[in-house]
């Protein structure tokens, strides 16, 4: 079983947050441990990009003093940090654009994830605006010493 952490838009209608919510799993992201920018670009992970490229670029560079031995070792810590940290980086990154994380669903796979949430997140009951409260005309002036419909109070002669 997988487990996926649902993020919804923050301050957006139910309907609104239902069309943009976003699985994001939880674990090791293989895709990214192989193809690390092309996972970021995929996504849309531009400063896990940006990081990915700076650190990649600094083992290069470090390649001429260290030997090809040492660097392809750090290459392949690399490879795995990126697959272990992936998918928190994504999160991260969903937080920074105005998406909170709502709840936690487990399931075989995303579309039984997508099921269970929705099936629950339905069945929730929504709360209602309050109601409106009725118009209040301004008073009417009324004479003192008037109670009800009587002209003067007192008792009867």
Same mark, same amino acid.
């Given at each position: 079983?997988? %487990?996926?952490?649902?993020?919804?838009?923050?301050? !957006?209608?139910? +309907?609104?947050?239902?069309?943009?919510?976003?699985?994001?799993?939880?674990? =090791?992201?293989?895709?990214?441990?192989? @193809?690390?920018?092309?996972?970021?670009?995929?996504?849309?992970?531009? @400063?896990?990009?940006?990081?990915?490229?700076?650190?990649?670029?600094?083992?290069?560079?470090?390649?001429?003093? @260290?030997? $090809?031995?040492?660097?392809?070792? =750090?290459?392949? %810590?690399?490879? @795995? !940090?990126?697959?272990? !940290?992936?998918?928190? %980086?994504?999160?991260?990154?969903?937080?920074?654009?105005?998406?909170?994380?709502?709840?936690?669903?487990?399931?075989?796979?995303?579309?039984? !994830?997508?099921?269970?949430? =929705? +099936?629950?997140?339905?069945?929730? $009951?929504? $709360?209602?605006?309050?109601?409106?409260?009725?118009?209040?005309? $301004?008073?009417?002036?009324?004479?003192?010493?008037?109670?009800?419909?009587?002209?003067?109070?007192?008792?009867?002669?």
């Amino acid at each position: 079983m997988a %487990i996926y952490s649902v993020h919804l838009p923050r301050n !957006a209608a139910p +309907d609104v947050a239902a069309d943009r919510s976003i699985f994001v799993r939880d674990g =090791f992201a293989f895709w990214a441990l192989l @193809l690390g920018p092309l996972w970021f670009l995929r996504y849309r992970e531009w @400063l896990g990009l940006v990081g990915w490229l700076v650190l990649a670029t600094l083992i290069t560079v470090s390649e001429r003093w @260290l030997g $090809p031995v040492t660097s392809g070792g =750090f290459e392949l %810590i690399l490879a @795995l !940090a990126t697959g272990v !940290a992936a998918n928190d %980086i994504r999160r991260l990154t969903l937080a920074l654009r105005g998406f909170r994380e709502s709840v936690v669903v487990e399931g075989p796979n995303r579309e039984a !994830a997508e099921r269970r949430f =929705f +099936d629950t997140w339905l069945a929730q $009951p929504r $709360p209602t605006s309050p109601p409106v409260p009725p118009v209040l005309h $301004p008073a009417r002036s009324v004479p003192p010493g008037v109670l009800g419909l009587f002209p003067e109070s007192g008792a009867r002669p």
